[in-house]
């Protein structure tokens, strides 16, 4: 990293930070939600992009994360902090206890698996009296959205900074090269079961983070919005639109998509959903490795970029 | 007699119906050059699979510097430094050619090279040993043929193997590269590293092996000097079918 990136990752962090003492509520409310927004698909990015898993898992951890909070601040009457803990506890041992099991699985295969993981929990969940079945849980509000965002982009740096550790380290490299070639890794002397449990447990960490401060932050949780399958998606569409395996793509994804999809519900209301979906077709169908990977291409092959890949989709 | 770097004691693998690798014995000793060779499915990437971990035998059992590793999954026997190439290149296809070559120093033998500064060089040597160091930059999936041949083995060598399984390193290439690669191999073994080879071409396997194995069927049909094995009747009747009297 030369020296000037990062003088350019400092101005631009002082700037995000000091967001919340000269923006509006509006704007404060929606950095809220689309720096956790970006922590999960950084999360994400660590299982998907960097592993090649394509989680929809995910949103189980951001589930156990929230309901960690929720429960240890309504039944336990903890602090805030130690809900935290408590919801990263659980997504980890999750992780562990399932993730050697459906990591098993490969491409398709794991994609299903995880994704029913998200239904099964709704179900379990809404049985359990402690997290309060299908009514859910109130929390006790804390009007401080100053708090909330500084707490939001803090985890966001933290889970920037661990995906760079991951493209430099000894780890990292493991989980590439069980991305590119399972096999070849293994003969290679990576330990593709526990690397894949870490990554697994490293998303579910930043996910269940994220999870535990929006679940304090909006004061309400039920089993419907905590494994909402749609947020998975989400997470999946950010990473996947900024470039997956790389550092800032899920960042650059996340902000991007948060901006269209606001800006629509403003401007056309009531059919912002249809054109939210004509931005993502396009964006498969014109850029399919990433926003990254037209910024690492461009240069060399100008507007013919976009119709490769369209060619490629055989349109 | 010292003990054998590497013991197959009566190994069989059945896949479903089929039994690819039949009882099969040998030994692979310090410093040696073993080739393997039989005509088309007769069991021989299996018989190295068997070695490497990636497949597990039905029945016997594999040794290594005198220890049974039959139970040890692939990743370990890696560390414990048995290295292969595959038939079927698996290069690391969106990495750099030196990072591919990188991953075999960060894991391999010993647990590997931990610093990735220090395993990029030593990736680095290794591109140059097999001749393929002016590609370090480039995409794995962008190299030749030829050149992915040559990766296979730097990425099996950044893991400072004791023992190099080299599936088919040579089908494909041209006299040149040939001559090249066997010079290659000869250098890898002149390092003290033992080199098991499976190849098709019997010219190029005959002047580079101490000694040969001969697979047919799944079972060994033949092992001894590379001159007497090809003379072998049985030998030439696997390859050529029976002489008509």
Redesign the interface.
């Known amino acids: 990293m030369k020296p000037w990136h990062l003088a350019v990752a400092g101005v631009l962090l002082v700037g995000l930070a000091a967001l919340p003492w000269f923006g509006s509520d509006t704007l404060v409310q929606f950095g809220i939600n689309t720096l956790l927004l970006a922590v999960l698909a950084q999360g994400w990015n660590i299982i998907g992009g960097y592993t090649g898993y394509a989680s929809f898992g995910n949103s189980v951890f951001y589930g156990l994360g929230s309901y960690g909070v929720a429960i240890a601040m309504v039944q336990w009457k903890l602090p805030f902090a130690a809900g935290l803990v408590f919801g990263v506890v659980l997504a980890i041992v999750f992780a562990c206890s399932l993730g050697a099991a459906v990591l098993r699985l490969r491409g398709h295969y794991f994609a299903i698996a995880t994704l029913a993981l998200a239904q099964v929990m709704t179900a379990i969940v809404s049985n359990i009296p402690l997290a309060g079945q299908n009514v859910g849980l109130v929390l006790p509000p804390l009007n401080n959205d100053r708090l909330f965002y500084e707490l939001a982009l803090g985890l966001l740096v933290l889970a920037t900074l661990t995906v760079l550790w991951l493209t430099k380290s000894r780890f990292g490299f493991g989980l590439i090269a069980i991305r590119e070639n399972e096999e070849g890794a293994a003969v290679m002397g990576v330990n593709t079961t526990l690397y894949k449990v870490l990554a697994f447990a490293l998303a579910g960490l930043f996910s269940a983070l994220a999870g535990g401060i929006h679940a304090y932050w909006i004061t309400f949780l039920d089993p419907e919005s905590a494994f909402d399958i749609s947020l998975n998606v989400k997470m999946i569409i950010m990473a996947v639109f900024g470039g997956p395996g790389t550092v800032l793509g899920p960042i650059v994804g996340a902000v991007s998509l948060s901006a269209v999809s606001e800006f629509l519900s403003s401007a056309v209301t009531n059919i912002a959903g249809l054109f939210f979906g004509i931005v993502i077709v396009a964006a498969v169908v014109l850029m399919p490795r990433g926003l990254a990977d037209i910024v690492r291409n461009v240069h060399k092959t100008g507007w013919r970029y976009f119709m490769q890949n369209i060619r490629a989709h055989r349109l | 007699m010292t003990t054998a770097l590497l013991e197959v004691r009566n190994a069989t693998r059945r896949f479903a119906g089929l039994v690819a690798v039949h009882d099969v014995s040998f030994t692979l000793q310090q410093g040696e050059i073993l080739g393997l060779i039989g005509p088309n499915g007769a069991g021989k990437t299996t018989l190295i699979s068997l070695v490497?971990?990636?497949l597990a035998p039905s029945e016997g059992e594999v040794l290594f510097q005198g220890e049974t590793i039959t139970a040890v999954?692939?990743?370990?026997?890696?560390?414990l430094g048995i290295?292969?190439t595959?038939q079927i290149m698996?290069?690391?296809?969106?990495?750099s050619v030196l990072?591919n070559v990188?991953?075999?120093a960060?894991?391999?033998?010993g647990?590997?090279q931990?610093k990735?500064a220090i395993?990029r060089e030593q990736a680095r040597a290794c591109l140059d040993f097999v001749g393929l160091g002016r590609f370090v930059d480039q995409r794995a999936d962008e190299l030749g043929g030829p050149g992915r041949k040559r990766l296979e083995l730097a990425?099996?060598l950044a893991?400072q193997p004791k023992v190099l399984l080299c599936d088919e390193v040579m089908a494909g290439l041209n006299h040149v590269e040939i001559e090249e690669v066997i010079e290659v191999i000869r250098k890898v073994r002149a390092q003290g590293i033992s080199v098991l080879v499976i190849e098709h071409v019997i010219k190029a396997i005959k002047s580079l092996s101490d000694r040969l194995l001969v697979l047919h069927h799944g079972e060994k049909i033949a092992d001894g000097a590379p001159a007497a094995v090809l003379d072998n009747p049985t030998v030439v009747e696997a390859y050529l079918g029976k002489r008509r009297t």
């Open positions: 490497s971990g990636t999954p692939a990743y370990r026997r890696a560390r290295g292969r595959f698996r290069p690391f296809p969106g990495l990072d990188a991953v075999g960060l894991f391999g033998r647990g590997g931990p990735l395993a990425k099996a893991m």
